[in-house]
């Protein structure tokens, strides 16, 4: 069972839906496949040092975009990949709550509440 989430994904040229899986080891915001990012208008603004999960390292080109996630807009660094999947890393995650209920399969991801409220 792999946990997933739905998002848009808005540059300045075009939008797209998409399902992307909840990696709790990326700590970043948002990784996409080449091919959806393709084409949506993402502006590049850097390139940084990132250490895969083998350990090796490379240079990867980091976009600004946006995304709708949980019913809020927020600016994002998309990172491209080769793969066929898009994640969303932790940083995207910071104010949620995760849970998995491994028996049935079923994933929850909702926006903590404000203490006090």
Partial sequence: MTPTTELEVQG???SASITAIIDTGFEGDL??????AVGHGLELVSQVPIELADGTQK???VFAGSVVFLDRQREVFIYLTDS???LVGTHLLS??????????????????RPRGR
């Fill in 84 to 86: 066929d999947d898009a």
């Fill in 31 to 36: 990784c996409l496949p080449v091919s959806v």
């Fill in 12 to 14: 300045t040229r075009g």
């Fill in 95 to 112: 104010n949620c709550r995760l849970s998995i209920d491994f028996t049935t399969g079923k994933t929850q991801l909702t926006t903590k």
């Fill in 59 to 61: 240079l990867e080109l």
